[in-house]
């Protein structure tokens, strides 16, 4: 009865590098959710998907950042060409199609640029 | 645009006594609105919600109550815990955008024993 597992905890990456942050939603979900918390903030909503459909990429900005969720496997947020202000923790969230019982977290990633 | 804002940013209060936080959203078709316990190093985890057809909810030690009208909505800490130290985060969303929460910005709580 796993939760959202997120990998790696800790990653890092030199500027211009790639990130590629991985989230297993709780089994059975068919939701998933991405955000970001930067030191000393709340968590800003970056993007909604479901199975092989992103639902909503309000919160993503609009360059080097991009998401996807497989029909088979993790969800993926990937950052290319990483600066320094992408470091942050970076959170997963899963829920169940109707939603009721809201949404599940993982630990995060952890992402710092150097 | 939607917001939420959350305060106070740090209350401090003494073991057995009770912590209040307040939350105010701008976007009245908000109608769900839970409440996250996000500990050092660790995700948020919900720890209690409330939906727009209810006034106030209850779960042990812990109470939400939303007033509609004013578009304020509050979480109730009874006979507090030194556990209860972490960092709490409101939220609001609208059903009819998939689940997005829109986060206030923390209330970091200290329990002192």
């Known amino acids: 009865n796993a939760g959202v597992m997120q990998n790696p905890r800790h990653l890092v990456r030199r500027r211009g590098q790639e990130a590629r942050l991985r989230c297993s939603p709780v089994?059975?979900?068919?939701?998933v959710y991405w955000y970001r918390q930067l030191p000393e903030e709340g968590l800003k909503f970056m993007v909604y998907l479901q199975k092989e459909n992103i639902i909503d990429e309000s919160g993503m900005p609009k360059e080097r950042f991009s998401a996807e969720f497989p029909k088979e496997g993790p969800s993926i947020l990937r950052i290319q060409q990483v600066v320094r202000g992408d470091s942050a923790a970076y959170f997963c969230?899963?829920?169940?199609?109707?939603?009721?019982?809201?949404?599940?977290f993982g630990s995060g990633t952890r992402l710092t640029v150097v | 645009g939607e917001n939420v804002e959350q305060h106070p940013s740090t209350l401090s209060v003494q073991e057995g006594d009770s912590a209040v936080i307040k939350c105010t959203y701008s976007d009245s078709a908000s109608n769900y609105f839970p409440w996250y316990k996000q500990e050092l190093g660790k995700g948020p985890q919900l720890i209690i919600d409330?939906?727009?057809?209810?006034g106030e909810k209850k779960d042990q030690r812990i109470a939400v109550t939303l007033n509609k009208t004013a578009k304020h909505f509050s979480l109730h800490i009874t006979e507090t815990q030194p556990e209860d130290s972490a960092v709490y985060f409101c939220a609001a969303s609208k059903g009819n955008q998939g689940g997005k929460l829109i986060f206030g910005q923390g209330t970091e709580l200290s329990v002192k024993p």
């Open positions: 969230a899963s829920s169940p199609q109707d939603r009721r019982f809201g949404y599940t």
């Open positions: 409330i939906r727009s057809n209810v």
């Open positions: 089994k059975g979900h068919s939701h």
